[in-house]
DNA sequence: ATAGTTGTGTCAGTGACTGACATAGGTGTG
DNA sequence: CACACCTATGTCAGTCACTGACACAACTAT
């Protein structure tokens, strides 16, 4: 145990990028994660249900961010604002995160199986934002569609400002709710 | 071979989905399935490219229906309108298949591994339509959150009819675009 | 006829993941 | 302080998804 400064998980999810990066996800096995991290394989698999795991980690603090911004908006806000308010809230903590979830980024954009897995954890969620938005009065179906509308700009947005810093994440942001309303 | 009428394709996926029912996906085995379709565990790795994928397979089918509905719209058709013309144009279609896709749906709704294909295959399909979209000049941005827009009505409205058939699947998707409309 | 082509079987191997059991260190309670 | 407990890890054996290599049989085209 105490190994060093760093815990177990964290190492591990380091060593993952690190090799997923030089060797590709496909040709890097548990094992060598867990090695690299100073454990066993065992050990990984204690720590994250599956390899694919190891790279979805931080969905809990945006979660959080997101509901309570929604939680806390002037009463009367449409739900599309109440969105796209929640996620300008969060712009610069994801904008901090770059020198992380950029590498993180390029993995899973190079293999199928991880982005298997972060659709799922979008559509995860995408059913926190509904539940919030139920939260505060709207309607079922409607806080389904405009949940789901709200993540495809969101994602969008995020997912291109990661391929290229400039224009910054709000930007991207506006332009997305933008092409979004221009719709109706 | 020709080891009887039907192909060895489809009664692998007859046979999958008899065990899924049964057994459930986790405790049912590729050679089980292999197994009860009278060949080897090898042969079922040559059709699907995973234990998963034997589920998944009439997408190709639905694409094309799609695509087509929405290339042969009257010119200056609004996108959201060329997208709920063309679901309108497979209702028949999906109904008509509930015997396989209802057992099918129970079975992915029951394994979340299945759920996260099933995700994928939902993103591909999206691709497809925001492409037709692209395809008839709406500008990139605005397809994009059409296609994520509309595929998130359709399949709403896709699971629930299967969930109930009553009503039907049509009014089903008038429902889901009302309360998308209502957003705006 | 003969040469490809396609679909399958066989076999051996890798690697993701799991269950069972042992142990070490840390934490609390008397 | 001794003891019981809990948590994180290691060890080991096993199952199963999936793959590559090779062989063979039937069908197709020339």
């Known amino acids: 145990m105490t190994n060093s400064g760093s815990t177990v998980r964290d190492r591990l999810q380091q060593a ?13 096995t548990a ?7 100073g454990v066993t394989e065992r050990t990984f698999f204690r720590h994250f249900r599956d390899k694919r795991e ?15 911004s929604i939680a806390d908006a002037p009463p009367g806000t449409e739900p599309l604002d109440l969105l796209f308010r929640a996620f300008g809230s969060v712009t610069q903590l994801i904008e ?6 950029k590498p993180r980024q390029d993995v899973i954009s190079a293999t199928p199986a991880l982005q298997e897995r972060e659709l799922s954890k979008l559509a995860a ?5 509904a539940a919030a938005l139920r939260e505060r009065g709207v309607p079922a179906a409607q806080a389904t569609m405009a949940a789901h509308v709200g993540m495809a700009a969101f994602a969008d947005a995020t997912l291109s400002w990661l391929e290229n810093e400039e224009p910054g994440l709000a930007d991207r942001l506006d332009q997305a709710e933008k092409a979004l309303r221009s719709l109706f």
Chains 1, 2 share one sequence.
């Open 54 to 68: 190891v790279l979805f980690d931080g969905q809990a603090v945006l979660a959080d961010a997101l509901t309570k």
């Open 16 to 28: 993952a990028v690190e090799l997923f990066l030089k060797n590709g996800f496909d040709d890097t």
């Open 96 to 101: 901090a995160n770059r020198p992380f979830s």
């Open 31 to 37: 094992a060598q994660i867990a090695d690299r991290a």
């Open 125 to 129: 969620l995408t059913d926190i934002l």
